[in-house]
T-cell receptor, first 113, second 112 residues
Framework: QQQVKQSPQSLIVQKGGISIINCAYENTAFDYFPWYQQFPGKGPALLIAIRPDVSEKKEGRFTISFNKSAKQFSLHIMDSQPGDSATYFCAASPDNQGGKLIFGQGTELSVKP | DGGITQSPKYLFRKEGQNVTLSCEQNLNHDAMYWYRQDPGQGLRLIYYSQIVNDFQKGDIAEGYSVSREKKESFPLTVTSAQKNPTAFYLC???????????FGPGTRLTVL
């Protein structure tokens, strides 16, 4: 019930295309859903985050779509660029556990020029 | 320049040795976290601390120990009881008000 399931495990997209990564959860106590971007050998960096009171949040080329009833959320990267090639992690935070994050397994994105 | 520092960047350990990984933050964050990252398994929580002199076990605490004597520092000791310690270790911190966790650059530990 504490798991966050992420798919696909890897993704190849052409430059200019749309990258879509999906996550699903079961615990309805989750109330914060961030996405992190990680380059090889580096620590993850927060990309964008959403709370369940909104269904969509957009920041530049990055959009989170959130479906509370389906317990799913997804990251869309518009106009994907080779510099977006990285590993992306979704995560969820239960509202009563002091900021703990439960991470998905990660998606390795490769954007081909 | 605010942020999280981890040292060393690379660490090599012999079988049976304890090693300590350093994590320091100057963001004035109350909460600090240690994660372990293995290929294809995402990030798994080892220990976390919400305030000084208090910490809780995460999902994979066996073979690890921590201390939180100062707000800025949260060192992680990998003991000889940890059977498979080779991994990338990440430290993070967050404020008590907001959930956003900020990560350090990581320490790659290899057992020889």
């Amino acid at each position: 019930q504490q798991q966050v399931k992420q798919s696909p495990q890897s993704l190849i997209v052409q430059k200019g295309g749309i990258s879509i990564i999906n996550c699903a959860y079961e615990n309805t106590a989750f109330d914060y859903f961030p996405w992190y971007q990680q380059f090889p050998g580096k620590g993850p960096a927060l990309l964008i985050a959403i709370r369940p009171d909104v269904s969509e949040k957009k920041e530049g080329r990055f959009t989170i779509s959130f479906n509370k009833s389906a317990k799913q959320f997804s990251l869309h990267i518009m106009d994907s660029q080779p510099g977006d090639s990285a590993t992306y992690f979704c995560a969820a935070s239960p509202d009563n556990q002091g900021g703990k994050l439960i991470f998905g397994q990660g998606t390795e994105l490769s954007v081909k020029p | 320049d605010g942020g999280i520092t981890q040292s060393p960047k690379y660490l090599f350990r012999k079988e049976g040795q304890n090693v300590t990984l350093s994590c320091e933050q100057n963001l004035n964050h109350d909460a600090m976290y240690w994660y372990r990252q293995d290929p294809g398994q995402g990030l798994r929580l080892i220990y976390y601390s919400q305030i000084v002199n208090d910490f809780q076990k995460g999902d994979i605490a066996e073979g690890y120990s921590v201390s939180r004597e100062k707000k800025e520092s949260f060192p992680l000791t990998v003991t000889s009881a940890q059977k498979n310690p080779t991994a990338f270790y990440l430290c993070a911190s967050s404020s008590r008000v907001y959930n956003e966790q900020f990560f350090g650059p990581g320490t790659r530990l290899t057992v020889l």
